[in-house]
């Protein structure tokens, strides 16, 4: 049997390099070498074992790109030696949600990297992936490996603005200067909004929401946040908020941050249940919804950093060997400042 070296979380809050067996694609799937693979916030947060979604043991690891090494039976299409990408979510393809292309609630949905009560299965921090066929996507002329493995985050951002009900020149507040929070300000930009403010409580954070797209840059820690966005708004709030976090303090800001009759966007996905501010909501006539993954964005998101359109470089504070993993995760866990993403090569 042949093995691959690969970051595994051993136990909660545990990460070794460890030698696994390689595995084997099966029909209709495709043997990967990853090339390059992101640290994920949900990867971070899911190995204490708080968002029981890493169950171990688990190889994590969604944000992935590298080269096909073989390919499984009835595979047509594809070549080894193709530079490729994949999204997260394997989707069976069959059921109704499906077939009518809303992959990304697939009743038989499957996350790389994630392990829950119904499905084990292993991600992209290895040497090898396997991974379905039909969820490759093949990178453009110029992307590289890295620039490839930050795909999935800026698909999901695309996904959130997709749902959002933009209006050209709307006033944005993004809640959150995260990695998904800094991708959703420039995909903000592109689709139009007028005035885009972000809320933070780390000021590094904000600067880099400024440099990619954000008109303004609010500290909640230092100030509040909901004086300082009804000031920019000539006191009536923003037209569309996008939450990015996940916690019952943001979600409720949030809210108000919001005009009346405005649209919330739920996007951070931390805490399994939150305390939701009904008659707010009510009263205030705000509408809500919920973002899940991202639904077929890929080659649009592809296009668009190939052509520059989406600056994804400047987020990337580190790229180091998989070996150095368990380090690098210890540092995005305390929460080390400047640390955005890190992309790990095996």
Not at 166 to 195: F, H, Y
Request: hydrophobic share 40%; with cysteine; glycine share 10%.
């Amino acid at each position: 049997m042949e093995t691959m070296k690969a970051l595994v979380l051993v136990e909660y809050n545990r990460l070794e390099i460890r030698e696994v067996p390689r595995p084997e694609p099966g029909p209709g799937e495709v043997l990967v070498r990853v090339k390059a693979c992101g640290i994920c916030g949900s990867d971070v947060h899911g190995m204490d074992g708080s968002t029981g979604r890493r169950i171990p043991p688990l190889i994590m690891g969604h944000e992935a790109a590298g080269v096909i090494d073989r390919l499984g039976s009835g595979v047509t299409g594809w070549q080894p030696g193709d530079r490729v990408t994949f999204d997260s979510t394997i989707s069976c393809g069959e059921c109704a949600y499906c077939r009518s292309g809303l992959i990304n609630l697939c009743d038989n949905r499957r996350v790389l990297g994630v392990a829950i009560e119904e499905y084990h299965q292993d991600g992209a921090f290895a040497e090898y992936v396997t991974v379905p066929a039909r969820i490759l996507y093949r990178l453009p002329e110029g992307v590289s490996f890295t620039q490839a493995a930050m795909i999935e985050p800026v698909s999901v951002a695309f996904h959130a603005v997709n749902l959002t009900p933009i209006r050209l020149n709307d006033t944005a507040v993004v809640i959150g200067a995260g990695m998904i929070g800094l991708l959703t300000i420039q995909t903000l930009r592109l689709a139009g909004c007028g005035k885009i403010i972000a809320v933070d409580q780390v000021p590094d954070r904000l600067e880099l929401a400024c440099r990619h797209g954000a008109d303004v840059g609010i500290n909640a820690a230092a100030e509040d946040a909901v004086s300082a966005v009804l000031r920019e708004t000539g006191g009536q709030g923003a037209d569309i908020a996008l939450e990015a976090v996940g916690v019952s303090q943001t979600i409720n800001l949030a809210v108000d941050c919001l005009r009346k009759n405005g649209h919330l966007t739920l996007i951070g996905n931390v805490s399994p249940a939150v305390e939701y501010p009904l008659q707010k909501i009510v009263s205030r006539q705000i509408t809500t919804r919920g973002s899940a993954a991202s639904c077929g964005e890929y080659p649009a998101c592809l296009d668009m950093l190939a052509r520059g359109a989406v600056k994804v470089e400047s987020l990337i504070s580190a790229e180091a060997p998989l070996e150095e993993g368990p380090l690098w995760f210890k540092r995005l866990y305390d929460r080390e400042p400047g640390l955005v993403k890190v992309i790990l090569v095996p």
